[in-house]
T-cell receptor, first 113, second 112 residues
């Protein structure tokens, strides 16, 4: 099975930087995703890490440490539109060669002026 | 940009009735998924589908659920006898040979 932990809520100020952490326990690890989900909408892909290190994509960066079972999503120059839930999701290799992605509960980020 | 299409966007049904949720995955994708999200809760895996058969299913996906790819484009989720607790947002997703999952905009199912 899998265990994915992330804070349920965070608040940050417009223009600031915020780091959302995710820890996981799983067997057959084969990648970690971050998704953004606005209320009532579908998750949208932000980033994917399968090797250790930092992946930067514009204002968003994602970090992975496989040995620690740890990832974070870093959002810079926060904008009001960044208020959303951020979902950490882990992909497992399953028996038979299949893969499954399991989501954490999501971190609801509120950006305030 | 290619997208996953889901219909209807909102379905209201009476308890005990059958519902079919429809999805059109991205045309060159090979792997298909259904997830659900009960209001305020996390996105939960239901089932994955590859090569015209179920590759994995969760404990949620019991005998009341079934999936089908009736033709080359549609991917459906059927709930035979809906229960109140089936009320949720149902997301279809697909992926190709790379890692990226693309989600549809979801069907909000309300069982009354």
């Amino acid at each position: 099975g899998q265990n994915i932990d992330q804070p349920t809520e965070m608040t940050a100020t417009e223009g600031a930087i915020v780091q959302i952490n995710c820890t996981y326990q799983t067997s057959g690890f084969n990648g970690l995703f971050w998704y953004q989900q606005h209320a009532g909408e579908a998750p949208t892909f932000l980033s994917y890490n399968v090797l250790d290190g930092l992946e930067e994509k514009g204002r968003f960066s994602s970090f992975l440490s496989r040995s620690k079972g740890y990832s974070y999503l870093l959002l810079k120059e926060l904008q009001m539109k960044d208020s959303a839930s951020y979902l950490c999701a882990v992909r497992d290799n399953e028996p038979g060669g299949y893969q499954k992605v399991t989501f954490g509960i999501g971190t609801k980020l509120q950006v305030i002026p | 940009e290619p997208e996953v299409t889901q219909t209807p966007s909102h379905q209201v049904t009476q308890m005990g009735q059958e519902v079919i949720l429809r999805c059109v995955p991205i045309s060159n994708h090979l792997y298909f998924y259904w997830y659900r999200q009960i209001l305020g809760q996390k996105v939960e895996f239901l089932v994955s589908f590859y090569n015209n058969e179920i590759s994995e299913k969760s404990e949620i996906f019991d005998d009341q659920f079934s999936v089908e790819r009736p033709d080359g484009s549609n991917f459906t989720l059927k709930i035979r006898s809906t229960k109140l607790e089936d009320s949720a947002m149902y997301f279809c997703a697909s992926r190709g040979a790379n890692y990226g999952y693309t989600f549809g905009s979801g069907t909000r199912l309300t069982v009354v």
